[in-house]
């Protein structure tokens, strides 16, 4: 079965309007999400979403996209190196929420569907995505129950996806030149065409309709912890490695741009302030210290936690 790309793109039009409303929401500021709707040269279209300087959210963008190309682009093809130069269709919901209190974690969420004129034959599809968590301050409840949620997501489908999808994306969301993941992890797949359309169409919903019941809770419960200019030092400078793979590693980057998408659009997933340091590393025994040593680890969160 052919990819049916409009189906996708009403599915992820009304995520990105639930997930637009649910931060809205737990913006305690009157900041909304800047909205705007912009037609693609050859057809398509996309809708940039950001809400930048709230209260509770410093930025976060949830950006809809329809793409219509003539050729993929590299970053699109790595896999797939005999689609390279063909026609390409794509639709995605891709968001950041970087909220403002160190003790928050960061969210990312990525959800998208290709189809490809193929090589001398039918239309070649396929789906990826996921969603990640980075927190800045570890709290084991909050990671226990983040996994709890990507396990339920999974388990209509077989009881490997969840594993699967945990081990994909702790692999991905890796810094190889820090040696050091760049989160608690989550989900992440690509090139997912196995089983059929449908099959994966609704493995890519039910990942969508968990990543509010998955972030939002924690984002509750900590958005107002009281913190102090050392702790939000800190969380300025964890911030920096988000940049580092967005721009160094993380294909959808280089997809926007290798596609000649809107260069706004593509880079409000970074944060509005970030720090470096020079050679810099936490006193042993902080609580910035448990943070590398107890959560930037790939770990069973699921099993430690039980059922």
């Known amino acids: 079965m052919n990819a049916d790309i409009s189906a996708v793109s009403a599915y992820l039009l009304g995520l990105q309007d639930r997930i637009c409303a649910a931060l809205e929401a737990t913006e305690t500021s009157n900041t909304r999400f800047e909205r705007l709707v912009l037609e693609g040269e050859r057809g398509g279209q996309s809708r940039p979403r950001v809400l930048d300087g709230g209260a509770v959210i410093e930025r976060a963008a949830v950006h809809f996209s329809h793409t219509v190309g003539a050729s993929l682009p590299a970053a699109a093809t790595t896999r797939r190196p005999e689609l390279s130069g063909q026609g390409f269709e794509a639709v995605s919901v891709s968001l950041i929420v970087h909220p403002r209190n160190p003790f928050a974690p960061t969210v990312h969420a990525n959800f998208r569907c ?159 302030v970030v720090h470096w340091r020079y050679d810099w590393t936490p006193e042993a025994g902080s609580e910035e210290a448990r943070l590398y040593s107890d959560f930037l680890r790939p770990r069973d969160w699921v099993g430690e936690a039980g059922n």
């Open 114 to 272: 290709f189809s490809s004129d193929g090589v001398g034959g039918p239309a070649v599809w396929w789906f990826g995505g996921g969603f990640d968590m980075t927190p800045y301050y570890g709290f084991e409840e909050d990671a226990i129950h983040w996994h709890r949620n990507a396990r339920a997501a999974c388990a209509p489908f077989s009881d490997e996806l969840y594993p699967r999808l945990k081990a994909d994306c702790d692999s991905y969301f890796y810094l190889p030149h820090r040696s050091e993941p760049r989160g608690i992890g989550g989900l992440f797949y690509d090139d997912m065409n196995e089983g059929g359309f449908e099959h994966c169409f609704a493995i890519s919903r039910s990942l969508g309709d968990h990543f509010i019941p998955g972030y939002l809770p924690i984002l509750e419960q900590r958005k107002d912890t009281p913190y102090d200019d050392a702790q939000r030092n800190f969380q300025l400078y964890r911030r920096g490695r988000y940049v580092e793979f967005n721009l160094a590693w993380d294909r959808g980057t280089r997809f926007g741009l290798q596609s000649g998408g809107r260069i706004e659009s593509i880079l409000a997933s970074l944060p509005p």
